[in-house]
């Protein structure tokens, strides 16, 4: 098993930034890569980036630009900077585990965090 903690959620203006994180312990070494969903109120759950360990990674075309997805395989952790945030950027953002960045993408993904909210105000 592989557990996933995120961090770093909270309310910020139209235009500011925030910073995720997600630290994963367990049985990493089935991991291969890590990634970020978001679910706003009354929609569907959608990829926002995902990221493989040789640092490949893949964005929604919404956030291209705006955010980026990186990681630091010593501590097993992934964040995701989102800057010029929007206010339809408000969502719950999970991060996802799995053992491809494919799989990941396509949203077979073997682990899911808690959820960090991230409100964005306009």
């Known amino acids: 098993q592989v557990q996933l903690v995120e961090s770093g959620g909270g309310l910020v203006q139209a235009g500011g930034s925030l910073r995720l994180s997600c630290a994963a312990s367990?049985?990493?070494?089935?991991?291969?890569?890590m990634g970020w969903y978001r679910q706003a109120p009354g929609k569907q759950r959608e990829l926002v980036a995902a990221?493989?360990?040789?640092?490949?990674?893949h964005y929604a075309d919404s956030v291209k630009g705006r955010f980026t997805i990186s990681r630091d395989n010593a501590k097993n952790t992934v964040y995701l900077q989102m800057n010029s945030l929007k206010p339809e950027d408000t969502a719950v953002y999970y991060c996802?585990?799995?053992?491809?960045?494919?799989?990941?993408?396509?949203?077979?993904?073997?682990?899911w965090g808690q959820g960090a909210q991230v409100t964005v105000s306009s």
């Open positions: 996802v585990a799995g053992s491809s960045l494919f799989r990941v993408v396509i949203g077979t993904v073997d682990y």
């Open positions: 990221i493989h360990n040789d640092a490949m990674a």
């Open positions: 367990g049985s990493i070494f089935s991991i291969n890569a």
